[in-house]
């Protein structure tokens, strides 16, 4: 199951046509990208939960068969909560076997095979997959004895408590927390862990879950559970991660990945970049017109953004200045975690903090 209901606030505006699962991320949707990593496991039956702007998702993923998959929707009118979400779809993924579930907004390389041989081996009634934060990002902790989770906790204390981790940082953190699989330890027992938003999960755990009110998997199911000697297993994994929650992350992880294959600019379907122009390390979505002698930098350009001749964009996403309008004559107020931006032309231009 991917978990797919989200607003997506922190990634306004570039949302505001589309949910988080169905923004464009390496030439395809971010959610498609996810169930290839899961194809790639022999995952071919994907349940996909759907509440805000779900025809988007719908369109952007189809019946599947792009991803070697077949989706299988549950909608959620009132949106249920990580765990709701879960006991909402028990009819798709009750069948007897263990099934794993991920967030909708991750890029990872992280093996699934090893941490199904860890829920396997320890016959838990969840596994979930940790990674250790030698950087003591803004993710919580997770507490660990003998290889089983014992309880959860704030964030890790750090002298950048207050700034938000990006792909950069993820990149580092990658380079230096590598671990062995199968439940292995972190290097260093003072390395926080932190929850990837992948597990594994036994269909016992449908029991435990409150059924048809909204509830969040960690405080309504696995504490309650840890209390009364439930196993749920932990299994510390290395390779990369990243978590796309906000235009930064997005920018910078898809930055990073393009990097590894020799470029920096993804453009999307229909767009296009005149000669002359100056286009570095930036995400044009489907669309695009960049004219001759426009500068583009660091910056995420939504579907239909046109940039002319003169223009400067950096460290900005840009969205049509129409989509804003509409939303206001219909009275919707831009999200609070959203950023803040300004009519420019006829574009609407968000600085992207750091």
Excluded: C
């Amino acid at each position: 199951m991917i978990l797919a209901a989200g607003y997506g606030t922190r990634l306004w505006p570039l949302t505001i046509d589309r949910t988080k699962p169905a923004i464009p991320f390496m030439g395809r949707p971010l959610i498609g990208y996810v169930a290839e990593y899961l194809a790639r496991y022999g995952f071919d039956d994907i349940v996909v939960n759907l509440h805000h702007q779900p025809e988007s998702v719908r369109a952007a993923l189809g019946d599947g068969s792009d991803y070697d998959v077949r989706f299988h929707y549950i909608a959620e009118p009132v949106i249920l909560g990580t765990s709701g979400a879960i006991g909402n779809a028990r009819a798709l993924l009750d069948d007897g076997d263990a099934f794993v579930v991920i967030n909708g907004k991750l890029a990872t390389d992280i093996d699934l095979t090893e941490a199904l041989e860890t829920h396997r081996r320890t016959r838990a009634l969840a596994t979930l997959v940790l990674r250790p934060n030698p950087l003591r990002e803004r993710y919580s902790t997770v507490a660990v004895k003998d290889g089983l989770v014992t309880g959860f906790g704030g964030y890790p204390p750090s002298d950048n408590a207050g700034s938000a981790p990006g792909a950069a940082q993820n990149e580092r953190a990658d380079s230096g927390s590598r671990t062995e699989g199968d439940g292995g330890r972190p290097r260093g027992d003072d390395v926080p862990l932190m929850f990837t938003g992948i597990q594994v999960l036994d269909p016992r755990v449908f029991d435990l879950i409150p059924p048809g009110v909204f509830s969040h998997s960690v405080t309504d199911v696995y504490v309650p559970a840890i209390a009364r000697g439930e196993r749920v297993a932990a299994h510390v994994s290395g390779g990369s991660w990243y978590e796309l929650s906000t235009v930064r992350r997005y920018l910078e992880t898809s930055v990073a990945l393009m990097k590894r294959e020799g470029r920096d600019v993804e453009r999307g379907p229909g767009s296009t970049v005149a000669d002359g122009a100056d286009v570095t390390e930036s995400v044009l979505w489907e669309d695009v017109q960049v004219a001759e002698g426009a500068v583009v930098r660091r910056s995420v350009l939504g579907a239909g953004v046109r940039v002319e001749r003169g223009e400067v964009f950096e460290d900005v996403a840009v969205v049509r200045a129409e989509l804003v309008s509409a939303e206001q004559a219909r009275g919707v107020e831009p999200p609070e975690k959203g950023l803040k931006g300004e009519p420019r032309g006829s574009n609407f231009v968000a600085p992207i903090p750091e």
